[in-house]
């Protein structure tokens, strides 16, 4: 009896030891696969940024051309001069007045229907 309890022992101890090595196994192999993924996704990103850098370098030489076709007349290049300014300074100062002008359309308050029918002026 002790004999073959210990040969059941033996054989239990076998049995999960392959067992053991078989979920080893497939851990490793579910590793090397997310592994795999993993890289494939960040080939795919890699491309994807690639692309965007790409599209974004086109996108500015097709700005910097059209900049450069735009070219301003004599007047206008004139008064720049008279001013101590440059062209880009000029286009900036222009950007800031419409952002401005943008905010105080969108902050003003809109007349309601009703306020018309008072007595009352506008301001």
């Known amino acids: 009896d002790g004999q073959q309890n210990q040969q059941n022992n033996d054989q239990q101890q076998n049995q999960q030891n392959q067992d053991g090595q ?6 490793d ?6 592994n795999q993924d993993g890289q494939q ?4 990103n890699d ?4 692309q965007q850098n790409q599209d974004g370098q ?7 051309q059209q900049g450069e076709s735009e070219s301003l007349d004599q007047t206008t290049i ?10 880009e300074q000029a286009q900036k100062l222009l950007n800031s007045a ?3 002008e943008t905010k105080y359309i969108q ?17």
Do not use: A, E, H, I
């Not at 078989?22 to 851990?27: A, C, E, F, K, L």
């Open 78 to 87: 004139n008064r720049l001069k008279d001013q101590n300014m440059t062209k």
């Open 22 to 27: 078989q979920n080893q196994q497939n851990n």
């Open 107 to 123: 902050q003003r308050k809109k007349n309601k229907g009703d306020n018309n029918t008072s007595n009352k002026p506008d301001w």
């Open 98 to 100: 419409v952002q401005q």
């Open 47 to 50: 491309q994807q940024q690639n």
């Open 41 to 44: 996704n960040q080939q795919n």
């Open 29 to 34: 192999q579910q590793q090397n696969q997310q």
């Open 58 to 64: 086109q996108n500015q030489q097709n700005n910097d």
